[in-house]
């Protein structure tokens, strides 16, 4: 079954970290690039972080520049993404995406 499992979020203070994990089953990553988006309650979607197939060329939104980074281990199929710094208005539906296929999502909470 092809399919991306995203996992790792949960309640955190600000100033704390989190790692999201995705799990990609049913292909391979190697040859593809593929991001994390997020959604939080009232707002649409938005791109966080995305990483190329290629040369491992990453792009990160303006508002977690600095605080997040994106890796891929093309063996696991796993994508990752390592928070620091988490402020409240991170807190959304964490999802990844490989061209048009979506995880379910993990929720992140920011709150202290």
């Known amino acids: 079954q092809v399919q991306l499992v995203e996992s790792g979020g949960g309640l955190v203070q600000p100033g704390g970290s989190l790692r999201l994990s995705c799990a990609a089953s049913?292909?391979?990553?190697?040859?593809?690039?593929i991001g994390w988006f997020r959604q939080a309650p009232g707002k649409e979607r938005e791109v966080v972080s995305c990483i190329s197939s290629s040369d491992g060329s990453t792009y990160y939104s303006d508002s977690v520049k600095g605080r997040f980074t994106i890796s891929r281990d093309n063996a696991r199929k796993t994508l990752y993404l390592q928070m620091n710094d988490l402020k409240v208005e991170d807190t959304a539906v964490y999802y990844c995406r490989l061209d048009n296929l979506w995880g379910q999502g993990t929720q992140v909470s920011v709150s202290s």
């Open positions: 049913g292909f391979t990553l190697d040859y593809y690039a």
